[in-house]
């Protein structure tokens, strides 16, 4: 219990430190800062003609997220983990966005078979993805392997995503040569990625009980989403392709994805939140940042950078290494079993 109480505190601490230049009130130089929500970040911009898949919609950031992109006219993918929790989603959402073009498919995130089967559905099915943000993750959960025998937190935070982002880039090269439209992908960091040294890429590694430390483990995964999204780029670039990829840090947020941080705990959670409320964010405020790098005309041809409160921002050094994102790559494809190399992935142009 203490050691979680202490990462929260550290998640608390930079959440304030990080402002910095910022503050509550203060706005950078993209017009928005840490106050702004999703729907003020994005007022005025016509989505009509574009579609997006947003994992992790079915709470939270997410869940704001896909409904701001709905109610500026984008057709939205919710993958859900059960039909059932994905189509209550809908209907929330529904309710609130009347117009709204939102669908429902089955994922789970953490299972590579699950996720290969979402790609193949969604690009039989549909005709265009101008937008992908991999937003879903888990936070500090206690140690346990994925069914693909991978550390729960980078299976589902950094590998799924990885595979799911190589399986639908043939779909979004396509969309953006046939219209036009520049294609966006937007990996969700977080600032904890400050507590990863870049040494984890090993499967013995994370996959070690004994060393295992859960927001360490998360502070891996989330390094991994900056890398991720710095190679992703480099390889458009060097390919020519019309898409780009950026990472970002939505704040810290009390939403669901700190219960265990808070170690299940009622009595400490209610301990927590009255700090929380005083100085995080809320979850319009939250899901700002992912709807500004999806919409914001202002990100065209914006490409491998690292945002925070809707400006950009510096991460650590380990997560601007250009050879150690080359390396996560490598060591993302011996996880899926595939090569998922852009030109092998997407075919030529």
């Not at 998640?11 to 729907?39: C, H, I, N």
């Not at 301990?271 to 405020?285: D, E, G, R, T, Y």
């Not at 050879?323 to 090569?339: P, Q, R």
Request: proline content about 3%; some cysteine.
């Amino acid at each position: 219990m203490l050691e979680q109480v202490v990462d929260y505190w550290w998640l608390t601490k930079e959440a304030v430190s990080g402002m910095g230049l910022w503050p509550w009130g203060r706005r950078g130089p993209s017009g928005f800062g840490s106050a702004s929500t999703a729907e003020e970040v994005t007022a005025g911009v016509d989505a009509s003609h574009l579609t997006a898949i947003v994992t992790g919609a079915t709470n939270g950031i997410g869940k704001e997220t896909a409904r701001v992109l709905a109610l500026r006219g984008a057709e939205v993918i919710i993958p859900a983990r059960t039909m059932e929790s994905g189509l209550k989603v809908k209907e929330s959402l529904a309710e609130q966005v009347p117009s709204s073009k939102l669908h429902v498919m089955e994922m789970d995130l953490s299972s590579l078979s699950s996720v290969r089967n979402f790609a193949q559905s969604f690009n039989s099915s549909y005709e265009r993805l101008n937008i992908l943000i991999n937003n879903a993750g888990i936070m500090a959960c206690p140690y346990q392997l994925s069914e693909d025998g991978i550390e729960l937190q980078f299976a589902t935070n950094h590998v799924g995503h990885f595979l799911l982002t190589s399986l639908l880039l043939d779909k979004m090269k396509s969309t953006a040569r046939e219209t036009g439209v520049q294609g966006r992908i937007i990996n969700v960091s977080s600032v904890a990625h400050k507590r990863s040294d870049g040494t984890c890429f090993d499967l013995k590694k994370l996959n070690d009980k004994d060393r295992y430390r859960p927001f360490i483990a998360y502070s891996h995964s989330k390094l991994a989403n900056i890398l991720h999204a710095n190679e992703l780029s480099r390889r458009f670039q060097e390919e020519g392709c019309n898409l780009t990829a950026n990472s970002l840090h939505p704040g810290v947020i009390f939403t669901n994805i700190i219960r265990y941080v808070a170690g299940n705990s009622s009595a400490l959670l209610s301990v927590l939140s009255p700090v929380a409320n005083l100085v995080l964010k809320n979850v319009p405020q939250g899901a700002a940042t992912n709807c500004y790098l999806a919409l914001h005309p202002d990100l065209k041809d914006v490409s491998a950078k690292y945002f925070a409160d809707c400006n950009e921002a510096t991460p650590t050094k380990v997560a601007r290494d250009a050879e150690l994102a080359k390396k996560l790559w490598l060591f993302s494809e011996e996880l899926v079993g595939t090569n998922v190399g852009i030109n092998e992935a997407s075919g030529p142009e």
